[in-house]
């Protein structure tokens, strides 16, 4: 171990003397004493270079001493600042708070009077924002919010001139509701486009243009053109109204007015009984229908059919020859080919005769009571079914929101109605057609047992 140290030592002995002479030659130094010139030149240039590095340190901290004594100055100014501003901001609480004090007393019963005249603005503006009055005259909401604000503002004060300008606009919508105006407005269509257009506004109820009738809404701040419009007759006056020039012209308004009449609106858009049919039917309830509108062409059908024939066996009742044009004629046709037979061999073949004849008088009756039993079951699945879909719903969303129910329970009730309406005139035109049917049949066994009874009397005499 001890050996190895040494071999060690020597090793690194070795490779200092290498460096040092490598050192010595890269340098162009040919004897030791070059190399320690060299060394101590290397050295004095190290020693300018740390002199310089510490001055340029020691300029940066005086630089740097001056900064933060500038900076503590500073922020001595500014807590000096900050104390007066608040001592003055104090002094003038104070001041307002006497200068509120003494304008109070000093405003007396103007404060009651600006109250009121607050109340009554607020009142006005609620009806100032939709009011079609304020589709032809701008503004008016907006100076009455600023008339509100400085009525309740213990500070500023209304002057006579606002105060006459409110009851202006006062006057202006009470004298404005009994005028028919026409203006130039803009007016939104059902396809989005803004045109400008010539209105004319009746009252406060409505407003129309170009035989259409408009809405007003105060937050978009122009006239909409009603998405859907009432019957073709009301829109016929509407443009005869603002044709007109002069004297009494018959119109349809909305009587509760005020906000372009949301009760025409309203009532246009409801549904009507086809819209309520195709949106909420279903394939159930088309289904029904499509049943149904057979059902009743195969009653006007038969009963058509069932009255020509009716017709010829009352003309066959006045005729003493016998046609085979219809069921009676074609019965007594029968009486007349067996002269000799006997009263029971007559009675037969008479009966025969009636029994061939009478399927085709009720023919399709059995299909018509089938759809007048069928409809009323088939409303019954559609009842069922849209419970089911309501009860689903109800599962997924939860019951907090009527709406989301709403379609099942509307193709519920209408498959109902719809199974209702169609059972109704189906079995009306069954009981008809059997009705008629029944009464050929009677006229047909009525004569056959006349004539039965006439052999029976023959053979006895």
């Known amino acids: 171990m001890r050996n190895f140290l040494k071999l060690t030592g020597l090793t690194a002995t070795a490779c200092a003397f290498s460096l040092t002479a490598n050192f010595a030659a890269a340098q162009g130094a040919t004897s030791l004493s070059a190399l320690l010139d060299l060394v101590e030149n290397d050295r004095v240039s190290e020693s300018a270079e740390y002199v310089q590095r510490q001055q340029e340190f020691e300029q940066n901290a005086n630089r740097q001493e001056q900064i933060l004594q500038t900076t503590n100055e500073r922020i001595t100014e500014q807590e000096t600042e900050q104390a007066r501003l608040s001592d003055l901001f104090e002094a003038n609480e104070i001041i307002i708070r006497d200068k509120r004090d003494i304008l109070r007393d000093r405003r007396g019963d103007l404060n009651e009077l600006f109250g009121t005249l607050q109340g009554v603005a607020g009142d006005f503006l609620s009806n100032f924002e939709n009011s079609l009055i304020s589709g032809e005259f701008p503004g008016r909401s907006e100076y009455l919010e600023d008339f509100i604000a400085k009525a309740g503002s213990t500070i500023e004060q209304l002057n006579p001139e606002e105060i006459e300008r409110f009851w202006f606009y006062m006057q202006q919508?009470?004298?404005?509701?009994?005028?028919?105006?026409?203006?130039?407005?803009?007016?939104?269509?059902?396809?989005?486009?803004?045109?400008?257009?010539?209105?004319?506004?009746?009252?406060?109820?409505?407003?129309?243009?170009?035989?259409?009738?408009?809405?007003?809404?105060?937050?978009?701040?122009?006239?909409?053109?009603?998405?859907?419009?009432?019957?073709?007759?009301?829109?016929?006056?509407?443009?005869?109204?603002?044709?007109?020039?002069?004297?009494?012209?018959?119109?349809?308004?909305?009587?509760?007015?005020?906000?372009?009449?949301?009760?025409?609106?309203?009532?246009?858009?409801?549904?009507?009984?086809?819209?309520?049919?195709?949106?909420?039917?279903?394939?159930?309830?088309?289904?029904?229908?499509?049943?149904?509108?057979?059902?009743?062409?195969?009653?006007?059908?038969?009963?058509?059919?069932?009255?020509?024939?009716?017709?010829?066996?009352?003309?066959?009742?006045?005729?003493?020859?016998?046609?085979?044009?219809?069921?009676?004629?074609?019965?007594?046709?029968?009486?007349?080919?067996?002269?000799?037979?006997?009263?029971?061999?007559?009675?037969?073949?008479?009966?025969?005769?009636?029994?061939?004849?009478?399927?085709?008088?009720?023919?399709?009756?059995?299909?018509?009571?089938?759809?007048?039993?069928?409809?009323?079951?088939?409303?019954?699945?559609?009842?069922?079914?849209?419970?089911?879909?309501?009860?689903?719903?109800?599962?997924?969303?939860?019951?907090?929101?009527?709406?989301?129910?709403?379609?099942?329970?509307?193709?519920?009730?209408?498959?109902?109605?719809?199974?209702?309406?169609?059972?109704?005139?189906?079995?009306?035109?069954h009981t008809v057609v059997k009705s008629r049917a029944d009464n050929i049949i009677h006229i047909l066994e009525e004569q056959a047992t006349g004539m039965i009874a006439q052999k029976a009397e023959q053979s006895a005499g």
Do not use: C
Not at 348 to 365: F, N
């Open 173 to 429: 919508e009470v004298v404005e509701s009994a005028r028919v105006a026409t203006f130039n407005a803009d007016v939104s269509l059902p396809t989005g486009e803004t045109v400008n257009r010539s209105v004319t506004r009746i009252g406060l109820y409505n407003v129309v243009s170009e035989g259409e009738y408009l809405s007003y809404d105060g937050d978009i701040g122009h006239f909409q053109v009603l998405p859907k419009q009432p019957a073709a007759g009301i829109l016929s006056a509407a443009a005869a109204l603002e044709s007109s020039t002069g004297g009494f012209t018959s119109v349809g308004i909305d009587p509760t007015g005020g906000v372009g009449g949301q009760v025409m609106a309203n009532l246009v858009n409801f549904p009507s009984v086809e819209e309520q049919v195709r949106n909420n039917s279903g394939t159930i309830g088309f289904i029904i229908i499509g049943v149904g509108v057979v059902g009743i062409l195969i009653g006007f059908l038969r009963l058509l059919i069932l009255s020509l024939v009716s017709i010829k066996v009352r003309g066959q009742l006045k005729s003493d020859k016998a046609s085979k044009g219809n069921p009676l004629g074609r019965v007594l046709l029968v009486a007349e080919s067996n002269p000799t037979a006997d009263t029971e061999t007559l009675e037969l073949k008479l009966g025969e005769a009636i029994l061939q004849e009478t399927p085709s008088l009720e023919s399709m009756l059995t299909l018509i009571k089938m759809i007048a039993t069928i409809a009323p079951l088939g409303g019954l699945l559609g009842t069922v079914t849209g419970m089911i879909q309501v009860f689903q719903q109800i599962t997924v969303y939860g019951a907090g929101d009527p709406t989301i129910m709403a379609g099942g329970i509307s193709s519920a009730l209408m498959t109902t109605v719809l199974g209702i309406v169609v059972a109704i005139p189906t079995i009306f035109m």
